[in-house]
């Protein structure tokens, strides 16, 4: 469902570069980014996966890759070739650019201009590029990597993500001049029913006060929205 809204999302404005992210940790931004990638490729499209997060790096875990070199690798070198860096995740159409190693700045490094530079290099090897980064309300990474992007998707954990914690997320990104598609509502229980779009029940699917519910996401959707485009405001994990 969720590539189906992006490529809804996408008719007059062509998404080539997005920004998976969440307001905290463990909320599955990862998973969500690699299911994500792997049914975008079914489709025929060349993906690279890029772990942005140049700090806790999680992506080459999840394919069972070395994080030797990577995206540090290719922001620091001169001769522009990046080709070497790339690894095969083991599912057609879909290559990784890890991390590499860990810079003592990140926050810079991904304002840098170089870091602009590696961004066009990438479009020019793939049909879409997808960037994994830390979550909004740790640290600027994501804001500042998010507004050099065709747009930003937020996951979040239907059972422990608070509304003002979103809802703050959603206030740091609008900081800056980042393109807000939505919201991903992740680990949905089989029995709410799986997919939804926002503002369709008001059923709690936390099980805290103050937990996230359809009706607050899409209440935050409604107000994040750029023109008339969205990908919805919830989806479960599932990428289809």
């Not at 590539?3 to 463990?26: E, G, H, K, M």
């Not at 290719?74 to 879909?94: S, T």
């Not at 800056?176 to 949905?188: F, P």
């Not at 029913?193 to 699917?205: E, Q």
């Amino acid at each position: 469902m969720l590539r189906t809204n992006i490529d809804f999302a996408q008719v007059d404005y062509p998404l080539r570069t997005l920004l998976v992210t969440s307001a905290n940790p463990s909320e599955g931004k990862t998973t969500t980014i690699s299911n994500l990638a792997v049914v975008i490729a079914h489709t025929g499209k060349r993906v690279i996966i890029v772990d942005a997060d140049l700090r806790r790096p999680a992506l080459h875990k999840v394919f069972g890759l070395p994080n030797a070199i990577g995206l540090t690798n290719m922001i620091v070198r001169e001769n522009g070739q990046f080709v070497d860096l790339l690894q095969e995740a083991g599912q057609p159409g879909v290559r990784i650019l890890a991390s590499g190693p860990l810079p003592p700045n990140p926050s810079e490094l991904l304002g840098s201009a170089r870091m602009e530079q590696v961004i066009e290099q990438l479009r020019a090897e793939a049909d879409v590029i997808l960037f994994d980064s830390p979550p909004i309300l740790a640290v600027a990474d994501a804001a500042v990597l998010g507004s050099r992007l065709d747009g930003v998707v937020l996951v979040t954990d239907a059972g422990h993500t608070r509304f003002e914690a979103l809802a703050r997320a959603k206030a740091a990104m609008s900081r800056g001049t980042s393109h807000l598609l939505g919201v991903v509502i992740n680990k949905i229980s089989q029995s709410s029913g799986g997919y939804y779009y926002y503002g369709n029940t008001s059923r709690p699917l936390g099980r805290g006060p103050g937990s996230l519910t359809l009706d607050m996401a899409g209440e935050l959707w409604s107000r994040a929205r750029y023109d008339t485009r969205g990908v919805g405001a919830a989806a479960r994990s599932g990428a289809h």
